[in-house]
């Protein structure tokens, strides 16, 4: 099966194409909102002698992260898959970002840190040992103070762009080469329709009250 993975949860955007589970051609760029995603994408499917047309499935990092390129990816993905039939999986960038981060040789108990705004972090806990990534606690949002009692009961922090101002820890971006491989192992599949991305805040917004329409009566005069 081929599949095309786009992750743009960071700063970092990346694709990648995988033949029947192995990445055969990627693409990364530190370019935030002005990446060409489109140019990437009909890139690296050049590199890997591929048309549009073979492409059977598309994975695509749901965050959490950067609202503008997770919406970006998105929508392509579901452009891609209304046009061609293409199958759909959404991945979690977290789980993406302790992925890479064991691709970068990091081992031992591992939180994936990354930015909520507000003062606050989404955070998930892992293993990384020799056999892979064993996930220990699901995405959360938690406070500064949280996080740094992770890392007092030594958890090692890992997250996109780490190290900041505000936490130490290693750098390990998601990228589409760490969600196509957690793509591989996919039995589930989504509509287009079902692709959101990953925000774990509560809705607060109030629904505006349609406008009044000067020329009926007021029911209250």
């Not at 993975?5 to 002005?34: F, H, K």
């Not at 994975?59 to 046009?83: D, E, F, K, M």
């Not at 606050?120 to 949280?146: F, M, N, Q």
Request: proline share 8%; glycine share 8%.
């Amino acid at each position: 099966m081929i599949l095309l993975a786009i992750e743009c949860s960071s700063d970092e955007r990346s694709v990648a194409v995988a033949r029947d589970g192995e990445v055969i051609a990627s693409d990364t760029r530190r370019s935030g909102r002005s990446t060409p995603l489109l140019g990437m994408i009909e890139g690296i499917l050049q590199a890997a002698h591929l048309d549009r047309s073979e492409v059977e499935a598309l994975a695509v990092g749901l965050g959490p992260g950067s609202y503008t390129g997770i919406r970006g990816s998105i929508a392509v993905a579901q452009g891609w898959s209304l046009a061609t039939g293409a199958r759909l999986v959404g991945i979690d960038s977290s789980a993406a970002c302790a992925h890479r981060a064991h691709r970068l040789d990091v081992r031992g108990l591992v939180a994936i840190v990354i930015d909520a705004q507000r003062g606050e972090w989404y955070v998930a806990t892992h293993k990384l040992d020799e056999d892979g990534v064993h996930a220990l606690s699901p995405l959360r949002i938690a406070t500064r103070a949280e996080v740094e009692e992770l890392a007092h009961a030594g958890f090692q922090l890992a997250g996109p762009d780490l190290p900041t101002p505000l936490l130490a820890g290693r750098t390990a971006n998601p990228d589409a080469t760490s969600v196509a491989m957690l793509a591989r192992d996919c039995r589930t599949w989504v509509r287009p329709e079902q692709l959101e991305p990953i925000y774990l805040r509560p809705t607060t917004f109030v629904k505006a009250p349609p406008p009044r329409n000067p020329q009926s009566p007021d029911p209250n005069p």
